[in-house]
Nanobody
Framework: QVQLVQSGGGSVQAGGSLRLSCAVSGNTFFANCMGWFRQTPGKEREGVAT????????DYADSVKGRFTVSQDNAKNTVYLQMNTLKPEDAAIYYC??????????????????????WGQGTQVTVSS
């Protein structure tokens, strides 16, 4: 089993920055593909970024490229999502998720969310204009 505990988030003005953290515990063999998703009321959850732990290869949704950065700290078993130049449309509940991927090329942001076995509790991000 894998446990994901999120921290960070909060409220910020447009143009500001926030960093989300996702601490991973348990059998990390099943958590080498980490994803960040977000969801707003009435909309489907969308993939924002992924990172493949074995080679740190990252992938991003077009909507966040150049503004968000996903990274990992293997010593702390923690994955981060640094969000810069935030826009009101970035406001959402953000979730981290984990799964086992056998290839870096399968750990991409467009992979279906139902492939992920483990989910964090979610954290609210609010961006005011």
């Amino acid at each position: 089993q894998v446990q994901l505990v999120q921290s960070g988030g909060g409220s910020v003005q447009a143009g500001g920055s926030l960093r989300l953290s996702c601490a991973v515990s348990g059998n990390t063999f099943f958590a080498n593909c980490m994803g960040w998703f977000r969801q707003t009321p009435g909309k489907e959850r969308e993939g924002v970024a992924t990172i493949f732990a074995d080679d740190s290869r990252a992938d991003y949704a077009d909507s966040v490229k150049g503004r968000f950065t996903v990274s990992q700290d293997n010593a702390k078993n923690t994955v981060y999502l640094q969000m810069n130049t935030l826009k009101p449309e970035d406001a959402a509940i953000y979730y981290c998720a984990a799964r086992r991927s056998y290839s870096t090329y399968q750990c991409t942001v467009d992979a279906a969310e139902n492939l992920y076995n483990f989910w964090g509790q979610g954290t609210q991000v609010t961006v005011s204009s």
